[in-house]
């Protein structure tokens, strides 16, 4: 099976992960578990991708991080989005339509 | 869980210890240990779970950024370490495996010499054979002096094998993320093997006295009470040894290069604990010399160039040859003795440290 080029995907994988905050806060493996899902299994992202990511948005005000105690007992960091991270996401979005829209006419298919 | 820990620290060592870091870390570690977790609830086996979340981990270049170092930072810093590549590491990886493979049968070899001398005196004992077995004790001697010669032929091989590589401990080296991966993950693959090994030659450490129990038990015919008994005792504690000195061979050279990238200074030379330690051999030995290269080296520590104890290491194998036969041959001790082929080498390693 053709991998999916971590070149491609890196100008999205902050918008991917702004999806999921979309519909409320959340940790490092959910987001990961559900990216797996949701490609159906065709996209993996590393943890370290998802790391700089996460510091990445949070530095740019997209997301807001807090503290809460896990299942185990140990601290887990979960993201929420704020306002700015609706407004950007909003912006990647259109974005994506314009890039696919342009690309997608100098793809051939089979 | 313990090989994901090590794995981070190892990846993160090189690194400066800033808050940044740590927070880093401490996100990583929790998201593989989620992760780890959810693998082992849906039935994956510990090791193919470990493989996952390591081979999935990523690069560490990618939070330089997050951890406010540029990468050239990181780089400059692994540039002042001698870099061992990949393809160098399974190199090191296979030149320590043979040495330690030649080191185990080495001491198999020796271990195993006196059979031929008690399989004649098993014959002797049973007094059927006459003439037959003073031919069977000449070989027996024959054999003797043959396994010893080949079997230190060995142990001394065995250390020149190594010896290209004894910059992994004089000088500061480093490692790349790709390869700490692999011999990670081949680490974890390993596990199973060292185990079953290392069991296996303990079982056959323990089990050696079986044979003459149950001999004893059923026959009371000389021969094979005082020869083929005893024989089978060497031969089984001999392959004991040799299982349990290779077992460790992979993990203790996986251990060596996945520690270069945490170490901060070349390890410092002597310590009490190495004085002590020489000290007990020196009881062991009850040889003159080393006794005397013993006061010697309490007056000057550490110092190289010795000539004394270079000639003591130059000669330490022939040396705890001699001793073996004496303690052979003058108190017939071949039952105790051949634990001197076990103990020769930790102590030749604690010289070799202190000197």
């Known amino acids: 099976m053709q991998e999916i080029s971590s070149d491609v995907i890196r100008g999205y994988n902050d918008t991917i992960i702004l999806y999921f905050l979309k519909k409320g806060p959340s940790y490092g493996y959910d987001i990961s578990k559900n990216i797996k899902a949701i490609s159906e299994g065709k996209y993996l992202i590393k943890e370290t ?62 | ?48 779970a470990i493989g996952i979340v390591i081979s999935e981990f990523g690069n560490l270049n990618e939070i330089a950024e997050s951890l406010g170092i540029s990468k050239d930072e990181a780089a400059n810093d692994s540039e002042k370490r001698r870099h061992v590549s990949y393809d160098e590491a399974i190199d090191y990886i296979s030149d320590a495996v043979t040495s330690r493979f030649m080191l185990a049968l080495g001491i198999m070899l020796c271990t195993a010499s006196p059979i031929g001398l008690i399989m004649a005196g098993g014959l002797d004992s049973a007094s059927v054979l006459g003439i037959v077995s003073k031919a069977a004790s000449g070989a027996g001697l024959l054999l003797l002096f043959a396994a010893v010669a080949c079997g230190v032929g060995l142990i001394i091989l065995s250390t020149s094998k190594v010896k290209k590589w004894k910059f992994l401990t004089n000088e500061l080296c480093s490692i790349d993320a790709y390869t700490v991966k692999n011999i990670t993950e081949d680490q974890i693959e390993n596990q199973f093997n060292k185990k079953v090994m290392l069991a296996a030659g303990i079982a056959l450490c323990i089990l050696s006295v079986a044979p003459a129990a149950i001999i004893d038990s059923i026959s009371s015919n000389n021969f094979l009470s005082e020869g083929v008994a005893p024989t089978l005792l060497f031969i089984m504690v001999s392959v004991g040894v040799f299982l349990i000195i290779s077992s460790g061979a992979k993990e203790s050279a996986f251990r060596t290069l996945l520690s270069l990238n945490g170490k901060t200074g070349i390890e410092s030379e002597d310590s009490e604990g190495n004085v002590r330690e020489v000290r007990i051999n020196v009881e062991i030995d009850n040889d003159d010399k080393e006794v005397k290269a013993k006061k010697y080296k309490k007056h000057k520590k550490a110092e190289t160039g010795n000539p004394l104890m270079d000639a003591i290491m130059g000669s330490y194998w022939q040396i705890v040859t001699l001793i073996f036969f004496v303690g052979g041959f003058v108190f ?21 440290k202190a000197y």
């Open chain 1, 49 to 110: 991708t998802l790391y700089s990511a996460f510091t990445r948005l949070e530095k740019n005000g997209y997301v807001t991080s807090y503290v809460r105690e896990a299942e185990n007992g140990k601290k887990r960091t979960y993201y929420e989005i704020t306002e700015e991270g609706m407004k950007y996401y909003k912006e990647k979005c259109d974005e994506w339509q314009l890039t696919k829209d342009v690309i997608e006419r100098f793809i051939e298919g089979e």
């Open chain 2, 332 to 352: 017939g001790e071949w039952g105790r003795m051949w634990l001197i082929w076990l103990i020769a080498p930790l102590v030749h390693n604690i010289l070799k």
């Open chain 2, 1 to 48: 869980m313990d090989t994901i820990r090590n794995y981070l620290d190892t990846m993160f060592s090189s690194l400066p210890d800033s808050e940044e870091v740590r927070r880093a870390k401490q996100e990583l570690l929790m998201m593989m240990e989620d992760k780890y977790n959810e693998l082992i609830s849906e039935g994956k086996p510990e090791n193919e």
